[in-house]
């Protein structure tokens, strides 16, 4: 594959680009380039598998893509590689870039979704990168918890091995009017807001999130973990938190930035929140994930923004990655209600 540098960074702070881990199951080569082009993804996770990957080990990479990280683990020495794709298209490139790294007879693809697939053995290392922006939106906690049961040895590992959900309140009006007046860039032609609205039968562009850089400067609050996934096998996709943030900076509250922080190895940490884009602290395919809120909301230092944060899976789940996300709470000053906001992902409004 080509690198198409343009693509890696054309982008913005606050510019709204439409959420793509929404989009797996119609991902193109774009925006596989568009990872492969990534540099704080890419680095961190060549390091991490560099130190992991033990000679001798028998290795999976679940969702291999163009199959970068199973070359890697193949490079640091693992004995076999088994590399799991529902992309059919993209796992060709896979056997490619293991072909070209001369390692025919040391691997064996696999077509399909996992929960599908079966592997003739038990591995030392399961090897993934299928976390969206904010962790959990790609559907990762179900997909790894089966994972592990079925394809890891009881000693095995996971990398990541462990990832945490972040969240803030923000004010963003640029990318608040951008969602307002549907303004959403898009990679693909064929991705567009109306389509996601449509699919999830959803009226309002508020009750959707979105890929957004969103800088540092526009923090209301300090940044907490909304959710901590230890990957173990007992991580619970579905639930609900409750978040008190208090105001420190007057400032006009649009929504949240969510991010995530993965555990890749011991030494390896993979953290998103970055936002200066010119060195390269940005992610150019995860950006971040803002979940905005319909009115913007005037607060002072010292309110407190009550946040209900939930994941759940819709009643019509037209896909095994649709997912519902929700964010609705409170504005107090001094003890009074002075907003609330209600957004769903839930759709049939
Ligand atoms: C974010 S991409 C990462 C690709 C590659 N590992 C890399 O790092 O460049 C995730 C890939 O996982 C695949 N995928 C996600 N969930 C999957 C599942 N449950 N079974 C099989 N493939 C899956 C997607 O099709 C996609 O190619």
Redesign the pocket.
């Known amino acids: 594959m080509t690198l198409n540098l343009s693509l890696a960074r054309n982008y913005e702070p606050e510019d709204v680009w439409l959420p793509f881990s929404e989009s797996?199951l119609e991902?193109d080569r774009d925006f596989?380039q568009l990872?492969?082009n990534d540099e704080i993804r890419m680095i961190a996770?060549k390091n991490a598998i560099q130190q992991v990957v033990k000679p001798g080990m028998v290795v999976l990479?679940?969702?291999?893509?163009?199959g970068?990280?199973g070359l890697w683990a193949l490079q640091a020495g693992a004995k076999y590689l088994y590399a799991?794709?529902?992309?059919s298209e993209?796992l060709s490139i896979a056997i490619q870039t293991f072909e070209q790294g001369n390692f025919t007879g040391r691997y064996e693809v696999f077509n399909?979704?996992?929960?599908d697939i079966n592997l003739p053995t038990r591995v030392d290392l399961i090897i993934?990168?299928?976390m969206g922006n904010i962790g959990d939106n790609?559907d990762f906690i179900p997909?790894l918890t089966d994972a592990r049961h079925r394809f890891l040895k009881k000693e095995g590992r996971m990398l990541p091995s462990r990832v945490y959900s972040k969240l803030v309140p923000v004010s963003s009006l640029k990318a608040h009017q951008q969602v307002q007046s549907k303004n959403a860039k898009r990679i693909n032609a064929n991705y567009s807001i109306e389509n996601i609205l449509q699919r999830f039968a959803i009226k309002s562009p508020f009750s959707i999130y979105y890929d957004v850089i969103i800088p540092h400067t526009s923090y209301l609050s300090t940044p907490q973990v909304a959710k901590e996934f230890k990957l173990d096998g007992n991580d619970q996709p579905v639930y609900e938190i409750a978040l008190t943030f208090t105001v420190e900076v007057d400032g006009i509250f649009t929504g949240f930035k969510g991010s995530f922080v993965a555990n890749l190895s011991d030494s390896v940490t993979l953290d998103i929140s970055g936002c200066d884009i010119a060195s390269r602290t940005t992610s150019d395919s995860w950006k971040h994930c803002y979940l905005p809120v319909e009115i913007p909301v005037e607060v002072k230092l010292g309110d407190e923004i009550y946040l209900l944060y939930s994941r759940s899976y819709p009643k019509y789940r037209d896909s095994l990655f649709r997912q519902c996300y929700k964010w609705s709470g409170t504005i107090k000053r001094q003890g009074h209600v002075i907003n609330v906001f209600h957004q769903s992902m839930e759709g049939g409004e």
């Open positions: 797996i991902w596989y990872m492969l996770y990479d679940l969702g291999t893509g163009t970068i990280l799991i794709d529902l992309n993209i399909g979704i996992s929960y993934s990168e299928i790609e997909i």
